[in-house]
């Protein structure tokens, strides 16, 4: 460890490999680029190098990594075999809205950029110098921000998902209320301050990094799934392509996954100051908290949600009644259904320990 560089500048973290060529997303010039035929992330010179230093910090440490297990991530709904006979039977609107979703929601990840860092230097009982949490603010949100969002004339993982959606469906007509049913199918709560003695902005650093964490890590399904409905030649008008451009994006996502579990493990091994420096809060025991009830919240929540929203439209879709019944029925007979895992021990469960990250 004592070569290992574990300070870097926001230059360095930003800096690009020598691309060859360029990564183009149907006629849209994207991130990133290939070097010797293979796709390279943009911005990974540095800051793959700076991830694996820093988790190697970590597990000399003796820490545990913050790791969700494959049975806690909920399958994409509607999963591969619903969404092909939905495209063999002409009934395109539901895919093109859930990868519009998809693109949309990639887009909203450049907000990561917004999160106001607490006072880390008072709030934080332990030095910080040379971990991923001291670089967040350093090039770490702002790479993550331009790989989702796109930057300047190069597309991002929106423009992916748009040239993935495009080409395979062939451009689709998408539905004018995407965004409207976005906005407005979601269950409102007032929020809740768990840990009230912390600060507004810790509490909210942790809650929104913890929920991106476990929204990268579901996508990883969501990868799975358009892989294998795009890179049909059944369905998908250019399979190669289609499926290309998102093995692409699920190559981006690795170091957000990577960072942010980092971040939030790092966070986790130290001790929390509370808002008036009168009290002392054992990081495990925030992290673990507020992480597992983010992931309970949308393991649960958004795969129901889901049904509900697209059994809805099918019947609203297809006038004829009887028809309708009938692709309804055989639909429903494909989902393979899923239940958040019961544990005796959950917080246990997400924890990965360090015997097995060595």
Not at 80 to 103: M, N
Not at 279 to 301: M, P, S, Y
Request: net charge negative; glycine share 6%; charged share 30%.
């Amino acid at each position: 460890m004592s070569n290992q560089k574990l300070e870097y500048t926001s230059e360095e973290l930003m800096s690009e490999d020598n691309f060859e060529e360029p990564l183009f997303g149907g006629e849209v010039r994207c991130h990133g680029g290939y070097i010797d035929g293979d796709y390279v992330s943009p911005r990974c010179k540095v800051r793959k190098p700076a991830i694996e230093a820093w988790r190697q910090r970590l597990i000399d440490d003796g820490q545990p990594l913050i790791h969700i297990p494959d049975a806690y991530v909920p399958p994409h709904y509607p999963n591969c075999e619903q969404a092909k006979y939905l495209l063999h039977e002409g009934i395109v609107d539901p895919i093109s809205r859930s990868l519009t979703t998809i693109s949309i929601v990639e887009g909203f990840g450049a907000r990561i950029r917004e999160v106001h860092l607490p006072d880390l230097g008072s709030e934080v009982k332990e030095d910080i110098a040379g971990t991923a949490l001291a670089h967040l603010h350093k090039g770490l949100f702002e790479a993550h921000a331009r790989d989702e969002a796109g930057y300047r004339d190069q597309g991002g993982h929106k423009q992916m998902w748009e040239a993935a959606r495009d080409i395979g469906l062939n451009k689709p007509e998408i539905p004018n209320d995407v965004l409207l049913r976005m906005m407005s199918g979601g269950r409102s709560r007032k929020r809740q301050r768990l840990f009230p003695e912390l600060s507004a902005r810790m509490e909210d650093m942790i809650t929104f990094l913890a929920n991106i964490l476990v929204i990268e890590t579901f996508a990883e399904d969501v990868f799975a799934w358009a892989i294998d409905l795009l890179g049909d030649q059944e369905v998908s008008h250019d399979a190669e392509l289609a499926a290309h451009l998102v093995k692409c994006v699920r190559a981006d996502e690795q170091p957000h996954i990577d960072y942010l579990t980092l971040a939030l493990s790092e966070l986790r091994a130290r001790t929390l100051v509370s808002e008036d420096g009168k009290k002392e809060f054992e990081g495990a025991q925030v992290i673990d908290h507020i992480f597992t009830r983010q992931l309970r919240g949308a393991a649960t929540n958004r795969p129901r949600d889901a049904r509900e929203r697209l059994q809805k439209e099918i019947h609203e879709l297809i006038t004829d009644k009887s028809r309708a019944a009938k692709i309804s029925n055989k639909f429903e007979s494909l989902d393979s259904g899923w239940t958040f895992p019961k544990s005796e021990n959950e917080q246990l469960d997400i924890l990965l320990k360090v015997s097995e990250c060595a």
